[in-house]
Nanobody, 127 residues
Framework: QVQLVESGGGLVQSGGSLRLSCAASGRTLSMAAMGWFRQPPGKEREFVAAIKWTSGLTSYADAAKGRFTISRDNAKSTVYLQMISLKPDDTAVYYC????????????????????WGQGTQVTVSA
C-alpha cells in the first residue's frame, strides 16, 4: 500500500499562487507515476497534471498548461504542484494519486489508472 498526504491548500486571491505538496509513504519504491486531480464543487474529478516517477516526464491538462508545474523529489517521495495566476475556476479539492503499474512513457490522465489517493486539500480562489 501507499499512503498519500496532501498539504498546501488554502484561500488565495485571483492571480495569486500556491504550492501543493503530496508526501508518499509505504510502497514508494513501486511508484511508477503520480498525478494531481481536482474536483470543483458539484463537478466530477478531473485531471490536472502527472509525472513519471523515474523519468520525470510530465503531462498537463489544457487548463493547467502554462500556469501549473508538477515536480517531484524522489528522495522525499514527494510530488509538488506549483500553481500561479490562479483563477476562481481553479477552486476545487485537489487530490494526489499514485499509479503503481504505468509502463507507458506518458503518465496517465485517467482516474482509473491510479491505485491510491490522498484525502484532498481545498484550494479556494477568490475573485
Amino acid at each position: 500500500q501507499v499512503q498519500l498526504v496532501e498539504s498546501g491548500g488554502g484561500l488565495v486571491q485571483s492571480g495569486g499562487s500556491l504550492r501543493l505538496s503530496c508526501a508518499a509513504s509505504g510502497r514508494t519504491l513501486s511508484m511508477a507515476a503520480m498525478g494531481w486531480f481536482r474536483q470543483p464543487p458539484g463537478k466530477e474529478r478531473e485531471f490536472v497534471a502527472a509525472i513519471k516517477w523515474t523519468s520525470g516526464l510530465t503531462s498537463y491538462a489544457d487548463a493547467a498548461k502554462g500556469r501549473f508545474t508538477i515536480s517531484r523529489d524522489n528522495a522525499k517521495s514527494t510530488v509538488y504542484l506549483q500553481m500561479i495566476s490562479l483563477k476562481p475556476d481553479d477552486t476545487a479539492v485537489y487530490y494526489c494519486a499514485v499509479d503503481l503499474f504505468c509502463i507507458q512513457d506518458r503518465p496517465p490522465s485517467s482516474t482509473s489508472e491510479y491505485n491510491y489517493w490522498g484525502q484532498g486539500t481545498q484550494v479556494t480562489v477568490s475573485a
